[in-house]
């Protein structure tokens, strides 16, 4: 089976042209269609807000085109807090969720308004020393323990998690918070990551739903927000089905009636924070063959690595791979598909029947717009590729340019070689 690429042969042959490879390309066009079935898809619940997860393509036109459909930012360090607030996304637009948060963050955080979203109940405590006071809003992420599992068998190990607070934390948490003049309380939790089923939100949201009501009865204690956080997959393989965001949010409609609502919380808004499920599907990493190799087995080496792409080494995590104008041809050739790092696990592909490689074709390798160039670094001294945008009208934007070798040592000037270095080549 063949995934479809978004940008034709035709379309990257020119844009190579302009823009060496490797680097990311990211589609316009199907980045806004998903934002806009997104927010369809919750439109039911009046206070509904999709809190972008920064992590997943912290880049600047990106954010601000999924702001344009109501999007804020969720935000995990003080850089991509920096992002958000260059951005003009301030307040409450900003959901920031850490773990074993350093105090300026916190601070920074309170600065421009965000909600806080804390991970354990010892850091009340340290909000209230680093900032002086607990604010009125705040959340509190929850881990329920035990293993999490969904009607489709897939699940996860959440006791494993270093993120949340116990169920009898999270009781106390609430408590001391209130005590602490807090007025408007969330309730965040994130338990299964990538899932390919539109019955994983549905799931989470019955079991936080139904903590709300409890937390009510046994507290009196309102929770205002519940965050469902992320975890809505992608369907990286050919042979899987995409989930269905309008599926999802009728899924989470119908809990929401079935058990919010008698309780009289039906004034509860519903948050999310997805990154994968919406940009993933929406980039790629495009690379050019550069080597063959020809030992125990056929090997194809591209002028892209793990650098670029660190998930296929790091997780095992298959990427779907196209050969530009091989489309149609069959795929009766077996390759890894490798980078040129020092490390052998640096292979977008093992195993992989693809069509037969030549030197100069051009790979499109699938699914990479969310913790892809993200999760990049420079091992080997290898540089991060440049970001491109497929507009609308299939013109392509250069939206991050590639580093340097310039880039690259700027932060040696503490040991004084700069000024000896040559880069004109």
């Not at 991060?384 to 000037?413: C, H, M, N």
Request: glycine share 8%; charged share 25%; proline share 5%.
């Amino acid at each position: 089976m063949c995934k479809e690429p978004f940008v034709t042969n035709e379309q990257l042959q020119e844009i190579v042209k302009q823009f060496p490879t490797p680097f990311h390309l990211y589609d316009e066009k199907g980045i806004r269609e998903n934002a806009q079935a997104v927010k369809d898809a919750f439109s039911w619940n009046k206070g509904y807000r999709e809190y972008f997860a920064v992590k997943a393509e912290p880049n600047p036109f990106i954010i601000n085109i999924l702001h344009e459909y109501g999007c804020g930012c969720d935000c995990s360090s003080m850089t991509e807090l920096m992002l958000s607030d260059a951005l003009g996304i301030r307040g409450e637009n900003i959901m920031f969720s850490s773990n074993d948060t350093p105090p300026q963050e916190f601070r920074y955080a309170d600065k421009l308004g965000a909600v806080i979203n804390l991970d354990d109940i010892t850091h009340i405590e340290f909000l209230e020393q680093t900032i002086g006071k607990i604010p009125e809003t705040i959340s509190c992420r929850y881990n329920p323990g035990g293993i999490y599992e969904v009607s489709n068998g897939i699940m996860d190990n959440p006791q494993d998690a270093k993120y949340g607070f116990t169920k009898e934390q999270l009781f106390e948490g609430y408590k001391i918070l209130k005590q602490k003049g807090a007025k408007r309380f969330g309730l965040h939790s994130f338990l299964v990551s990538n899932t390919i089923t539109n019955d994983y939100y549905p799931v989470l949201a019955k079991t936080l739903f139904e903590l709300a009501v409890e937390i009510k009865e046994k507290l009196g204690i309102t929770i205002h927000f519940i965050n469902l956080s992320g975890g809505v997959g992608v369907a990286y393989k050919p042979d899987q089905k995409p989930n269905d965001i309008r599926v999802i949010g009728e899924g989470v409609r119908k809990v929401f009636n079935e058990v919010l609502v008698p309780a009289g919380l039906s004034d509860m808004a519903i948050y999310t924070e997805m990154g994968r499920f919406m940009t993933g599907p929406y980039g790629c990493l495009v690379t050019t063959a550069v080597h063959e190799k020809h030992t125990y087995k056929e090997y194809i080496g591209v002028d892209a690595c793990a650098a670029n792409l660190m998930r296929p080494a790091m997780y095992g995590a298959y990427h779907h791979i196209t050969v530009m104008g091989k489309e149609h041809e069959p795929c009766d050739h077996i390759y890894d598909v490798v980078g040129s790092l020092c490390e052998n696990n640096d292979k977008f592909a093992v195993d992989r029947m693809l069509p037969k490689i030549q030197k100069g074709d051009i790979l499109v390798i699938h699914d990479t717009g969310a913790h892809g160039f993200a999760m990049g670094y420079n091992y080997n001294g290898r540089l991060w590729s440049a970001e491109v945008l497929l507009k609308e009208d299939g013109t392509p934007k250069l939206i991050r340019r590639a580093q340097t070798p310039k880039d690259y040592f700027a932060t040696f000037d503490c040991f004084d070689i700069l000024k000896d270095m040559d880069f004109s080549f």
